[in-house]
């Protein structure tokens, strides 16, 4: 399978961006997506994510300010982000077949991985 994100970019604090993940499977509408996000020096964290079934899936960071969603017509994930922050700042990834746990931070994220967007927010 393979991802590729677009819709990153240089915002300003509070502002808003909407992410797009493409996937190129015919089995989309199987798998559990999930945006993940990587700053730099830190480690790949987990922000939010959608099951098969459509039941989405936040981490405390984000939740309130951010919708995932997915049009399976289009094969597309998509992640937006309200109110942005500088701490939103990073590269965010898309991820295909992840496993989906409560809590949402013991989640499995699954083999396939795009490139990222690169996500800046100015203060």
């Known amino acids: 399978v393979e991802l590729v994100e677009s819709g990153g970019g240089l915002v300003e604090s509070g502002g808003t961006l909407r992410l797009a993940c493409v996937a190129s499977t015919t089995m989309f509408d199987i798998y559990a997506l999930a945006w993940y996000r990587q700053a730099p020096g830190k480690q790949r964290e987990l922000v939010a994510a959608?099951?098969?079934?459509?039941?989405?899936s936040y981490v405390d960071s984000v939740k309130g300010r951010s919708t995932i969603s997915r049009d399976n017509a289009l094969n597309t994930v998509y992640l937006e982000l309200n109110n942005l922050k500088p701490e939103d700042t990073a590269v965010y990834y898309c991820?295909?077949?992840?496993?989906?746990?409560?809590?949402?931070?013991?989640?499995?994220?699954?083999?396939?991985w795009g490139r990222g967007t690169q996500v800046t927010v100015s203060s």
């Open positions: 959608i099951t098969a079934g459509d039941r989405p």
């Open positions: 991820n295909c077949g992840i496993t989906v746990t409560k809590p949402i931070l013991r989640s499995v994220p699954g083999h396939y």
